[in-house]
Nanobody, 115 residues
């Protein structure tokens, strides 16, 4: 079993910053990819950013230049630094990880950006 625990969400004014963290624990030998998705009310879940164990990363066009994903492989932790936040970034943010061929999800953390 693998657990993903997120932290760092909250309420922030437009233009502000937040940093999300997600730590994986459990029976883990290796984590291939870790990343973040988000789901706004009435919308489908969408990829925000993902980082592989090899060091490559992909970021959605909607957040490119504002959000940065990083990983600490020694701690099985992934971070999402979110700068210049906009009201349209408001969503529940979910951590995801691919661990030895299986996909796992965190419980989600709410990010609300006020205008």
């Amino acid at each position: 079993q693998v657990q993903l625990v997120e932290s760092g969400g909250g309420l922030v004014q437009a233009g502000g910053s937040l940093r999300l963290s997600c730590a994986a624990s459990g029976r883990i030998f290796s984590i291939n990819a870790m990343g973040w998705y988000r789901q706004a009310p009435g919308k489908q879940r969408e990829l925000v950013a993902i980082a592989t164990s090899g060091g490559s990363a992909n970021t959605a066009d909607s957040v490119k230049g504002r959000f940065t994903i990083s990983r600490d492989n020694a701690k099985n932790t992934v971070y999402l630094q979110m700068n210049s936040l906009k009201p349209e970034d408001t969503a529940v943010y979910y951590c995801a990880a691919e661990v030895e061929g299986y996909n796992y999800w965190g419980q989600g953390t709410q990010v609300t950006v006020s205008s």
